[in-house]
């Protein structure tokens, strides 16, 4: 049943991301573009889509569980550090060079431009691992001058 | 813009709204495209990892749900190169990989759960593309 509704809910996602135009760049770009010819559609999706999660969300957290499952995976960091403004504004730079993001790069991968949508998959998995890659490196550096062995 | 484009911009963002509400409602997880995904990038998959590819197949076939439905494809025009896909594609993922999320995890997930670090990083990659876009005019 996990599979059947985690399905259901990636193509409900992307018939979301289709209908409000979101899977093309251009509408992106005419968003972010506040001194062209502006596009206020990302704006209404936004909004949108914010406010039917949040009365939706608060609904379905009154039940003490999830259909099929046994808790809640809600992250509970609060905390404003480095890391998150560091790759937000990474993130969105990527996003603004080309006006694709990992929802739409995906559900625009059976589209005529589905080509350019697999290089951009492609390259955003680099990304992915390399980020990885480098957080474990400088993450191992302070560990080698702890001498402490609790196994 | 006409009235036509801002209905579907609303009833697209309801759609996409209702997905997040029923991946809550089913799995109790939040629906973060770059979450999600990321977590197949992984060299010991377990079975309770499975959902993660059903969700992504149901991404990817989208437009062809759509086509079988509406009759046509959705229009996707990318006017940038290559280059511009292989640089767009590493900072994307980079930086929702270091930002622990991207615009559906942090833009809408995140600012409907009124959750600090969303709001934060949202409004960091709105105004970094605002200004992408501005220098690459």
Known sequence: MKE????????????????????????VIG???????????????????????????????????????????????????????????????????????PGPALASVFTENGV??????????????????????????????????NS | MNNELIMNAIY??????????????????????????????????KRQDLWRGTFLIGLLIGPLVYLAIGGQTPEVVIDKGFVYMIAGGLLVGFGASLGSGCTSGHGVCGIARISPRSLVATGVFLTTAIITVLLSR
């Open chain 1, 4 to 27: 059947i509704a985690a399905f259901i809910a990636g193509l409900q996602f992307s018939l979301g991301l289709i209908l409000s135009g979101m899977t093309n760049p251009e509408n």
């Open chain 1, 31 to 101: 968003f972010l573009d506040i001194t062209g010819n502006w596009n206020p559609a990302l704006a209404f999706v936004l909004m949108s889509a914010v406010v039917v999660t949040g009365i939706g969300y608060r609904l379905v957290w009154k039940r003490s569980q999830p259909m099929y499952e046994a808790t809640f995976s809600v992250p509970t960091n609060r905390v404003l550090d480095k890391r998150l403004i560091i790759g937000s504004g990474i993130f969105g730079i990527g996003w603004g060079l080309v006006g694709l993001c």
């Open chain 1, 116 to 149: 350019k949508a697999l290089i951009f998959i492609a390259a955003m998995v680099g990304g992915v691992l390399l980020q990885r890659n480098l957080t474990t490196l400088i993450e191992r550096r302070p560990a080698l001058k702890v001498p402490v062995n």
């Open chain 2, 12 to 45: 697209g963002g309801a759609l996409i709204g209702l997905s997040a509400v029923f991946l809550m409602l089913t799995l109790g997880r939040i629906a973060g495209i770059s979450g999600i995904t990321s977590g197949l990038l992984s060299l010991n998959l």
